[in-house]
């Protein structure tokens, strides 16, 4: 697999506000068959690779916890 990311275009959620929050950031458009997710606050920390399947789980999970 190439885990190349230099050229990923890095979102996060537009509940995260201005200063980035406690929030993750998700690669989109990379051609590979994962979800590369980092810390927000860390964009050259460690990056997480998950299946889009567990990404969809989590994310499932996320919008249900919303207060």
């Given at each position: 697999?190439?885990?190349?990311?230099?050229?990923?275009?890095?979102?996060?959620?537009?509940?995260?506000?201005?200063?980035?929050?406690?929030?993750?950031?998700?690669?989109?458009?990379?051609?590979?068959?994962?979800?590369?997710?980092?810390?927000?606050?860390n964009p050259l920390?460690?990056?997480?690779?998950?299946?889009?399947?567990?990404?969809?789980?989590?994310?499932?999970?996320?919008?249900?916890?919303?207060?």
């Amino acid at each position: 697999m190439d885990d190349d990311l230099s050229v990923a275009t890095w979102s996060r959620s537009s509940y995260s506000g201005a200063n980035g929050g406690d929030c993750v950031e998700v690669a989109r458009g990379t051609g590979i068959p994962v979800v590369p997710v980092r810390d927000s606050k860390n964009p050259l920390g460690p990056v997480l690779w998950v299946s889009p399947e567990a990404w969809v789980l989590f994310v499932e999970f996320a919008a249900g916890c919303e207060a």
